[in-house]
């Protein structure tokens, strides 16, 4: 039979040992909800803008005009040869790079899903890379 390993509490200076799939000791629980509520709070502070612009009408049109100019393909697959209905339209250049550009058609690309995923993840490994 294949035991488990136990590990330490995620609580720092804790050294109470744990189930592998917890986080936190018995002791320090209630931690992991309060993180969650202040990086919660914490985002909506900070992408406050941001998301007034995505329930915009405006947004919603150039979304419309970007998807119908591209007819609702993904265009990263298209590129790559293949035919995969789009899902949400992306900013080329992001909206925290050039906030002048968030209603430009040129600036606008509809992706599927996971073309968006790994563009996403691109441009925050990037972005992680120049802060430092």
């Excluded at 265009?75 to 050039?98: P, S």
């Amino acid at each position: 039979m294949i035991t488990i390993p136990l590990k330490k509490c995620n609580k720092v200076n804790c050294n109470n040992l744990i189930d592998f799939k917890e986080t936190y000791c018995d002791e320090h629980k209630h931690l992991q909800t309060e993180s969650k509520v202040n990086y919660d709070s914490f985002r909506y502070e900070r992408d406050s803008l941001y998301r007034q612009f995505y329930n915009k009408k405006s947004w919603k049109d150039a979304r419309h005009i970007s998807m119908l100019r591209h007819d609702s393909l993904c265009q990263e697959c298209l590129r790559n040869g293949l035919y995969t209905k789009a899902d949400v339209v992306d900013h080329i250049v992001e909206l925290r790079d050039d906030w002048e550009k968030r209603l430009d058609q040129s600036n606008l690309e509809p992706l599927c899903h996971k073309c968006h995923n790994k563009k996403t993840i691109i441009e925050k490994e990037n972005r992680n890379k120049n802060k430092y």
